[in-house]
């Protein structure tokens, strides 16, 4: 853990995993770009036709960005034809299956981790896992996410399958790492807290 200034001068701890993603960012070629990501499957349900449409309209007035997608699945090569059509080619990178030990540093890599759409009765484990890495979240509003994550303090919380939402709520985020800094501390220790095993035994 560090302290950092935040812009209204108040101190404010912040949560470092100790895995570091820069070796990730380097093997892609990302660099310094600010990063945003999924791990999972690749299905139809998980919305990342959705992130895709948001991460095209964001890269028309911005250059400093790259979507990780890290996964496989059957709709990987729609995806990559997606990416290719758009003019993305460069601006994202699709993992393909990685070896589970090795998912936390893709993670890593991210400033900011999506869940872009999820079935009603889902928790995500991906959602816990950005959590405990302490990464800056965004996700759907919906009453099963709501259980998991308090919306601007913890996590942000967009209109579920509104493009426009998710993009403005994507900007926000994009343009205030300070603000990521902070929900990644509190999402890590919201998870330390209350979604361990060990909580979740007694």
Not at 9 to 34: N, S
Not at 36 to 49: K, M
Not at 51 to 70: E, G, K, P, S, Y
Not at 187 to 198: G, V
């Amino acid at each position: 853990r560090k302290i950092i200034v935040m812009p209204n001068g108040v101190d404010t701890e912040v949560f470092h995993p100790a895995i570091d993603g820069q070796e990730v960012r380097k093997r892609l070629g990302i660099g310094q770009k600010t990063v945003i990501g999924f791990t999972g499957i690749l299905r139809p349900w998980h919305g990342l036709d959705l992130l895709l449409q948001a991460f095209q309209r964001i890269c028309q007035t911005r250059n400093d960005l790259h979507l990780l997608i890290v996964g496989d699945g059957p709709i990987r090569s729609d995806l990559e034809k997606t990416v290719a059509n758009n003019g993305l080619s460069g601006k994202v990178t699709i993992t393909g299956r990685q070896v589970h030990e090795m998912v936390r540093f893709f993670v890593a890599a991210m400033d900011i981790a999506v869940s872009p759409l999820s079935t009603f009765y889902a928790s995500p484990m991906k959602i816990i896992e950005y959590m405990a890495m302490g990464k800056a979240l965004v996700a759907p509003n919906t009453a099963n996410i709501r259980d998991i994550v308090t919306h601007e303090e913890d996590g942000i919380l967009f209109y579920p399958q509104k493009v426009d939402d998710l993009i403005q709520k994507l900007l926000f985020l994009i343009g205030d790492c300070h603000l990521r800094a902070r929900l990644g501390f509190k999402a890590r220790s919201k998870i330390e807290s209350r979604y361990t095993w060990q909580r979740n035994a007694k």
